[in-house]
């Protein structure tokens, strides 16, 4: 998934493989972008909006009953 470095826990090369990688890989690009550390990373949320599964919660509820 990545390294953080040890100490300060700056996220250092993010990367994924799969189906969702696209949609999880942008947290840690921001975390790596912005310096912001991996605990402050687990601990708040720097997720885009929508997410991909939020989209589909989305579609799915405007189908209706």
Known sequence: MGRAEPGPGRTLAPH???AEASTLIQPLVVAATLGIDATT????PYWIHPALT????NALLDLGP
Do not use: K, N, R
């Open 54 to 57: 939020e989209v589909v919660e």
């Open 16 to 18: 994924l493989m799969g």
């Open 41 to 44: 990373l687990a601990e708040s």
